[in-house]
């Protein structure tokens, strides 16, 4: 395992006072890495310092995750973490070398925050690559739910259980492998399939989703819930959006609840709230 990915390990601490200069000594550390070499995007971690810099300086360590595409702009990411303590002069020396650790830190992802999210897993809850998670068993749909809209799906499940509907949850973190074992399985137990994503229904979860009961053979009614093919514009307030693009809480239940063709009006929809800088890492 490369050593890069202790950057984002529970216990790791870091400070830094002062972003400003955490950028100049990027750019000094920067020249050094690549000057042994002879190459090495030097002009990419000299561009990119202040970035690099405001990243870990806005980084909560031990919560959220800092980790980097092996791509052109690493070194800069490489250069920050080992001014801070977090990777020795020895490791680092490898740079650029045949072989090296940092060579092969394998497939990786950037997650951005923007507002608060509720968490929803405990400390020791891990992202697993290629697996969905059943978090609430139900018969009668069968709720999938990535990112920002599982908050919302748990509490859609919540308020249509207390009125008679059994609605089954899974998390999907992640669309690419997809757990199709898991997915066939719930929609296979299931009336109707629901898919909510904070992402276009074109090419995301829904899509995923509907290809793999389509190949299982399994003919169960679909609801795509997501962003619909149009420009989203941008806000403050992330709530805002979510219910202006149809993201809400209030949406899963009264989709579910037409798609299972219940009568009268649907549930009234429970208000999901974050607290004051909640952030969910995973």
Same mark, same amino acid.
Request: proline share 7%; hydrophobic share 45%; charged share 15%.
């Given at each position: ?83 801070? !303590? ?43 690559? !290629? ?57 296979? !137990? ?93």
């Amino acid at each position: 395992m490369s050593p890069t990915l202790h950057v984002s390990d529970p216990g790791t601490r870091w400070t830094v006072p002062d972003p400003r200069e955490l950028a100049l000594r990027i750019r000094l550390r920067a020249v050094r890495m690549v000057a042994p070499q002879g190459f090495g995007y030097l002009g990419q971690a000299l561009s990119s310092a202040e970035q690099v810099a405001a990243a870990f300086a806005c980084a909560r360590p031990g919560v959220d995750r800092l980790v980097c595409s092996p791509g052109h702009y690493i070194i800069g990411p490489f250069a920050a973490a080992a001014e801070l !303590g977090l990777l020795d002069d020895q490791a680092l020396s490898s740079y650029g070398q045949n072989g090296s650790s940092f060579e092969a830190i394998g497939p990786v992802y950037l997650r951005l925050k923007r507002g608060e999210i509720p968490v929803i897993f405990d400390d020791e809850h891990a992202l697993r690559l !290629g697996q969905a998670d059943v978090l609430v068993p139900g018969t009668d749909a069968a709720l999938f739910a990535s990112g920002m809209m599982l908050a919302a799906a748990l509490a859609a499940a919540s308020a249509l259980g207390e009125h008679g509907v059994s609605v089954s949850v899974i998390n999907v973190p992640v669309i690419k492998p997809l757990d199709t074992a898991t997915v066939r399985a719930a929609a296979a !137990g299931a009336s109707i399939v629901v898919t909510a994503e904070n992402h276009s229904v074109i090419g995301g979860l829904g899509s995923a989703v509907a290809e793999t009961i389509a190949e299982a053979g399994l003919g169960r009614p679909l609801r795509r819930i997501g962003i619909r093919d149009t420009f989203a514009e941008g806000s403050r307030d992330a709530p805002y959006l979510f219910e202006k693009y149809g993201l809400s809480t209030r949406t899963l239940i009264e989709t579910i609840w037409s798609a299972l063709d219940r009568p009268g009006p649907a549930p009234a929809a429970p208000h999901v709230a974050a607290q004051t800088g909640e952030y969910s890492p995973v």
